[in-house]
C-alpha cells in the first residue's frame, strides 16, 4: 500500500484552530432538510455558522439521513463539520457496516476495523479518515454531542425531515 503525504502541518493547525473556534448557528427554526433523492428516498441539509459576527461561506455543517429500508437495521444519519471544503469533525451513523482506519498512526484505533457509529476527527497525517467508535444512541444525542464537540452554539434541536416524524427520533 503506497503511503499517503502527510498533510501541511500548518494547515492542520489552522483547521484545529477552527475546530476550536466558538460558532454559532445562524439558520433560523429547525433543521431545513431538503429531498436528496434515492430510493429509499435520503434527506439532506447545508447550514451555515458565524465566527465572532462574521459568517464565513467555507464554514458550515452537513448532513444527511436515509431511512433503513432494512427491518432492524438504524437508519442512516451523516454530520460534518466542513471548513474550507475539508471534513473536520463527522459523526457517522451507518447500521452494521464497519469503517477501517488506515490513517491516524498512533492513535488508539489505528489500523482497526470500527463498528458504527462513529466519530471522524482529524489526525497529523490526514485530515479524514481516522474514527473511533461512538455508544449507539438516539440521533438527538449524537445531534448535540456533534454541535458540542464542534462548538457549535444556538444550534436546533434534532428533527427528523418532514414525513419521517412519526418515526421515533433515534
Not at 49 to 69: A, I, R
Request: charged fraction near 25%; proline fraction near 9%; hydrophobic fraction near 35%.
Amino acid at each position: 500500500m503506497a503511503r499517503r503525504t502527510p498533510p501541511d502541518r500548518e494547515f492542520v493547525r489552522d483547521l484545529r484552530q477552527v475546530l476550536a473556534t466558538p460558532k454559532a448557528w445562524i439558520s433560523a427554526g429547525e433543521i431545513a432538510w431538503v429531498d436528496a433523492g434515492g430510493k429509499p428516498k435520503g434527506y439532506k441539509f447545508r447550514a451555515a455558522l458565524s465566527v465572532q459576527g462574521h459568517t464565513p461561506g467555507s464554514l458550515y455543517v452537513d448532513g444527511y439521513y436515509k431511512p433503513s429500508s432494512i427491518e432492524g437495521v438504524p437508519d442512516k444519519l451523516s454530520l460534518g463539520l466542513f471548513y474550507r471544503d475539508q471534513r473536520i469533525l463527522g459523526l457517522d451513523e451507518d447500521g452494521p457496516s464497519r469503517h477501517r482506519n488506515s490513517v491516524g498512526e498512533g492513535r488508539p484505533h489505528f489500523l482497526k476495523s470500527i463498528h458504527h457509529p462513529h466519530l471522524h476527527t482529524i489526525s497529523d497525517d490526514a485530515i479524514y479518515g481516522y474514527a473511533e467508535p461512538l455508544e449507539p444512541a438516539e440521533f438527538s444525542e449524537h445531534w448535540h454531542r456533534f454541535l458540542f464537540l464542534a462548538g457549535i452554539q444556538n444550534g436546533p434541536n434534532f428533527s427528523l425531515p418532514p414525513g419521517q416524524r412519526e418515526l421515533p427520533l433515534r
